[in-house]
């Protein structure tokens, strides 16, 4: 008899809301119903290098309410050195932003929420879609409040308004299409106001450093480029065709360095130590960083091994570095470290210029453009396609014969490419 009186007192008790409260769940205002189930995931900022720890949240790749599969991308984190991808850990529905872009974000925090699961059946019944905000206002419980299944007004017809007459013509008074540009625009004297990147402080920030420590100075010298011109010229269709590289000039300039720091191994030094340095590290291995323009600023991406690559295979990993620079896909991996720095501003039609160097490194070398210039060549004037080259150096610890040797051996390599066969 116990036991049936229980089942009755069970039966007639109230269902019990998330909320404690008496009320269904489905009574509650909206603002009450956000629950979070257990099929919930929190994606978090994810760790991108010892040396960084914050960045900035660009863009949000999706929208509120999309479905995203593992591993694809949700938003674009700007740091100082790299742009990095927050993916999906699991499928599953986008429910909610937790923070917004050009908000900055620190490793470990939470920026997202999603529901897991599948992708929703095509034939099932499609929500709209969130707006994309991070918290999305809710009408406020109440009085005042009117229940959703309340109908608007219908709008009423707007009154006809009166049409003024059309402005006759003067003569000689052209009409303006849009075609011609205005004339009041061209004296336009406003300014506008944007806010630096993050790439971009950290490249003015290291640009000011390597002046305010390193005692920079720059040596010049021109390289006759005919023979290595035709070099490339005999061989470049072979090596497409066999290799499908290109074959350029940097894996040329490349090569005659590592083959230059043999015989002067304080180019490819450096100064480390507190107070600016007390210690010389000499290194046995070459990593050459390549500079590479992109839209938010010079990177560059480091060809390791240098030393141990012929021709063919520094120029594919140049090219490959080029690629991943232009289309934003470099890791923090791909930009650490690097012993000498390679600047090529001639493709950008620099005759001459002093490149900076990229601390904690020693020198930077410096291409500029081929420009047909007359040259005297066994006691005869002739037009030769002739490049200035340019070698910025740290004059703690390089002298300036050294640096100037160097330069003279590059050149050399270059006038007689055979000389790096031997």
């Given at each position: 008899m116990l036991y049936r009186s229980l089942r009755i007192v069970a039966r007639a008790a109230p269902k019990f809301s998330a909320c404690g409260s008496h009320?269904?769940?489905?009574?509650?205002?909206?603002?009450?119903?956000?629950?979070?189930t257990y099929a919930d995931k929190i994606v978090k900022v994810p760790t991108m290098a010892e040396s960084i720890s914050e960045g900035t949240l660009k863009q949000w790749s999706k929208q509120i309410g999309d479905f995203v599969e593992q591993d694809e991308e949700i938003a674009t984190i700007e740091t100082d050195k790299i742009d990095v991808a927050v993916n999906a850990p699991e499928a599953g529905t986008i429910k909610e932003f937790l923070v917004s872009?050009?908000?900055?974000?620190?490793?470990?925090?939470?920026?997202?929420?999603?529901?897991?699961?599948?992708?929703?059946?095509?034939?099932?019944?499609?929500?709209?879609?969130?707006?994309?905000?991070?918290a999305a206002k809710e009408p406020a419980a109440g009085k005042d409040a009117k229940p959703e299944s309340t109908p608007e007004?219908?709008?009423?017809?707007?009154?006809?308004?009166?049409?003024?007459?059309?402005?006759?013509?003067?003569?000689?008074?052209?009409?303006?299409?849009?075609?011609?540009?205005?004339?009041?625009?061209l004296g336009n004297r406003e300014e506008r106001r944007v806010k630096m990147n993050r790439m971009r402080l950290r490249i003015a920030e290291r640009l000011k450093q390597s002046q305010n420590t390193a005692a920079s100075l720059t040596t010049f010298n021109e390289v006759d480029m005919s023979a290595l011109m035709e070099?490339?010229?005999?061989?470049?269709?072979?090596?497409?065709?066999?290799?499908?590289?290109k074959l350029g000039f940097m894996s040329a300039f490349s090569r005659a360095c590592v083959l230059a720091m043999r015989d002067l191994p304080g180019v490819n030094a450096s100064i480390e130590g507190p107070n600016g340095g007390?210690?010389?590290?000499?290194?046995?291995?070459?990593?050459?960083?390549?500079?590479?323009?992109?839209?938010?600023?010079?990177?560059?991406?480091?060809?390791?091994?240098?030393?141990t690559l012929d021709m063919i295979g520094i120029e594919k990993a140049i090219a490959d570095m080029g690629k991943k620079a232009r289309d934003g896909k470099l890791?923090?991996?791909?930009?650490?470290?690097?012993?000498?720095?390679?600047?090529?501003?001639?493709?950008?039609?620099?005759?001459?210029?002093?490149?900076?160097?990229?601390?904690?490194?020693?020198?930077?070398?410096?291409?500029?453009a081929i420009k047909d210039r007359p040259a005297v060549v066994n006691g005869k004037v002739e037009v030769r396609p002739m490049m200035y080259l340019a070698l910025t150096y740290d004059h703690?610890?390089?002298?300036?014969?050294?640096?100037?040797?160097?330069?003279?051996?590059?050149?050399?390599?270059?006038?007689?490419?055979?000389?790096?066969?031997?």
């Open positions: 009320t269904p769940l489905r009574h509650l205002p909206l603002q009450f119903q956000h629950v979070r872009e050009e908000d900055t974000v620190t490793v470990g925090q939470d920026i997202v929420r999603m529901e897991l699961g599948g992708a929703p059946s095509e034939g099932g019944e499609k929500k709209p879609k969130e707006s994309k905000h991070v007004p219908a709008a009423k017809p707007e009154a006809s308004k009166p049409t003024a007459p059309p402005t006759p013509e003067k003569k000689g008074e052209k009409k303006d299409d849009g075609s011609a540009p205005n004339l009041a625009t070099f490339r010229k005999l061989y470049k269709d072979e090596v497409l065709k066999k290799t499908g590289v007390d210690t010389i590290v000499y290194r046995d291995y070459v990593d050459i960083s390549v500079a590479v323009a992109t839209e938010k600023g010079l990177v560059t991406p480091v060809v390791r091994n240098v030393e890791t923090i991996e791909d930009m650490a470290g690097g012993t000498f720095t390679i600047s090529n501003g001639g493709v950008f039609g620099s005759l001459m210029g002093t490149p900076i160097i990229n601390l904690p490194q020693t020198a930077v070398l410096g291409l500029h703690r610890l390089l002298d300036g014969r050294e640096a100037v040797q160097f330069l003279v051996k590059v050149k050399e390599y270059i006038e007689d490419p055979r000389k790096m066969l031997l």
